[in-house]
């Protein structure tokens, strides 16, 4: 199958998409995929994803869901 034909197909299957998180998926993944062609792959976090960020990590540490310094030392034996 050439290309022209697989975009074709992936077209018309991206315009029955009825979720919209999906959508939105694909969205994130095309302004990723733009964004590093342009050699700027860098996006800095917004405030409500560096507050989720915070909120998962200290989470995590409740759970004792980490690993310290002489794990991951060990692990890439450095």
Do not use: C, H, W
């Amino acid at each position: 199958m050439d290309i022209q034909t697989r975009k074709l197909e992936f077209i018309q299957a991206f315009l029955n998409l009825k979720n919209e998180e999906v959508i939105a998926q694909f969205e994130k993944l095309l302004k990723n995929i733009k964004t590093s062609e342009a050699g700027n792959s860098f996006e800095p976090f917004t405030a409500e994803e560096f507050s989720k960020r915070i909120s998962k990590s200290e989470e995590d540490f409740k759970e004792n869901k980490f690993k310290n310094t002489s794990e991951l030392l060990s692990k890439y034996q450095l």
